[in-house]
């Protein structure tokens, strides 16, 4: 077999992650199969079931893996004989009046009946290089539905996150209307008693009109979160309201996130295999390429029979030994004067494989730099709560004093106005950073490539889509569980590559 074989090439991998000794991570191995059953959320798992049952986009990856397991069965078919050819042709015949060929009669019946076949012989590993660029094709496409789902696994528990985070500041946007709802009927009263100027009713006015204005945009953002999720769970906007209907807080997240090593990342992050994938295949297309640079060998064979109704002869005599006629041999062809079109082809192939290989290379380091961040956004933002929780026990505080000292007259409006702008910011900010905390752990489980195994032991499509297909196109079998469950982490083992010479399907 002609180019090179694959090799994996060492990958830039760190030892351990920055803040592998902070007491939030977990540096043990695991396998973040439900890794959003952390959160303890029946809402957020009934969800991601419902997403993996019924998305779109993960449907058309499940078909896009049948695809490419049709394409492997091409290019095993082409191992085999690629020309084949049945003849049968009966015809009536006229001849020039002249008749140079002597016969009897110028007009005659004749027929026919004959096979050919053509049968490149894979002298330089052509055709077995094929196979096995189809087959890391197929796997690849197999780790791209799994890059899908861990995508999907996490834009919905994201989506999530994000509506109860804003149902959040929603409720804190209503609650500080009220509570400045009652500043500025304090300010009207003494307003009306002579105590106060028309100024502070109008400065009372203006900050609740603008935390009042907080809620329709709040309000926005929510609905469009929603439909974002009614799309991620395939799924008309409207219906999602009874799946959402259960918890209606910010999911609490652990007090650990487990990470591992990086790398774990190699085995498990599907991208990753997809790239190394891709990369195999293409540097199969290589040697692919490179064996048009010799000749090829076919063996070439025809057998036929022909009679006609000329002289004494009868179109009967087609089946029979006397009118059979055979030939059998080899053939030879060899493109010499390409004029360098086959060797630039095969540089093409080469740089290809060359790029697919820094592709890999920099998914390995995307895919710590995704980790690095998640860890960062949950430790962070846990800081942050907790300073934040501070600060609206202060403001909350402030706005109490604030209030009775204005009531009492001994403190001017503005301070009152102020103590309820910190307040309304405190308790906002707070809210998003208790939401930055799941998102935090849901970017690192994301980045760590959980989720995907779920898949294991289901099949890529579901029943209905497989009927569809099968009604429409003989699939054969094609569509069975056991042509359709290659072994899923890791680059290909034995178990999952199958022979280069296998009979046709």
């Excluded at 896009?64 to 191992?79: K, M, P, W």
């Excluded at 996150?161 to 500041?169: K, S």
């Excluded at 022909?306 to 004494?312: A, E, K, R, V």
Aim: aromatic letters at 8%.
């Amino acid at each position: 077999m002609l180019g090179p074989d694959y090799h994996q090439p060492p990958a830039p991998v760190a030892s351990k992650w920055r803040e592998a000794a902070n007491p939030d991570l977990n540096t043990a191995r695991d396998e973040y199969r439900d890794w959003w059953r952390v959160f303890n959320d029946p809402v957020l798992t009934r969800l991601i079931d419902v997403a993996y049952a019924q998305n779109l986009t993960l449907l058309t990856a499940g078909v896009r893996v049948l695809e490419a397991r049709a394409q492997l069965g091409i290019a095993i078919g082409e191992f085999y004989p690629q020309q084949q050819k049945l003849t049968a042709s009966v015809t009536y015949n006229r001849l020039p009046s002249s008749n140079p060929y002597n016969l009897i009669t110028n007009k005659f019946w004749s027929d026919a009946f004959g096979a050919q076949a053509a049968w490149e012989v894979d002298v330089w590993g052509k055709l077995r290089r094929a196979i096995q660029s189809a087959d890391y094709a197929y796997l690849s496409s197999v780790a791209n539905y799994d890059d899908v789902l861990v995508s999907l696994t996490g834009d919905v528990a994201g989506t999530y996150v994000q509506i109860r985070t804003t149902e959040r500041q929603i409720a804190i946007a209503r609650d500080n209307v009220e509570k400045q709802k009652i500043a500025l009927k304090i300010a009207e009263a003494r307003f009306h008693g002579g105590a106060a100027t028309k100024r502070d009713v109008y400065q009372a006015t203006n900050v609740l009109g603008a935390t009042e204005a907080a809620v329709p945009q709040l309000m926005i953002q929510l609905e469009q979160s929603k439909n974002a999720l009614s799309v991620l769970l395939g799924m008309e906007p409207g219906r999602l309201d009874a799946l959402m209907a259960g918890a209606s807080d910010i999911p609490t997240a652990p007090a650990q996130v487990t990470v591992g090593i990086p790398a774990d990342l190699l085995r498990r992050r599907p991208d990753i295999r997809r790239a190394e994938l891709q990369a195999a295949a293409q540097c199969a297309q290589i040697g692919y390429a490179k064996a048009d640079l010799f000749p090829t060998f076919s063996l070439v064979g025809d057998v036929g029979t022909l009679s006609s109704t000329i002289g004494t002869a009868s179109l009967s005599e087609v089946f029979t030994s006397m009118s059979l006629a055979y030939a059998l041999g080899p053939t030879l062809q060899w493109n010499i004067l390409n004029y360098g079109q086959i060797t630039n082809n095969v540089r093409v192939q080469d740089a290809r494989f060359q790029e697919l290989q820094v592709d890999y290379l920099d998914s390995v380091l995307k895919a710590q730099q995704e980790v690095e961040n998640g860890i960062a956004l949950f430790t962070q933002s846990k800081y942050e709560v907790e300073f934040l929780t501070a600060s609206v026990v202060a403001a909350q505080g402030a706005l109490r004093i604030a209030l009775i000292q204005y009531k009492e007259g001994t403190m001017d409006f503005t301070t009152v106005l102020l103590a309820e702008q910190n307040l309304y910011i405190a308790e906002n900010s707070l809210a998003l950073a208790q939401g930055s905390v799941p998102l935090g752990v849901i970017a690192t489980y994301r980045a760590m490539g959980g989720g995907w195994q779920i898949h294991e032991g289901h099949e890529f499509v579901p029943a209905d889509t497989r009927d569809e297909m099968s009604k429409r196109t003989n699939w054969g079998t094609l569509l069975t569980p056991q042509l359709l469950m290659p072994q899923a982490p890791g680059l290909p083992s034995a178990s999952d590559v199958g022979p280069l010479i296998r009979p046709p399907e």
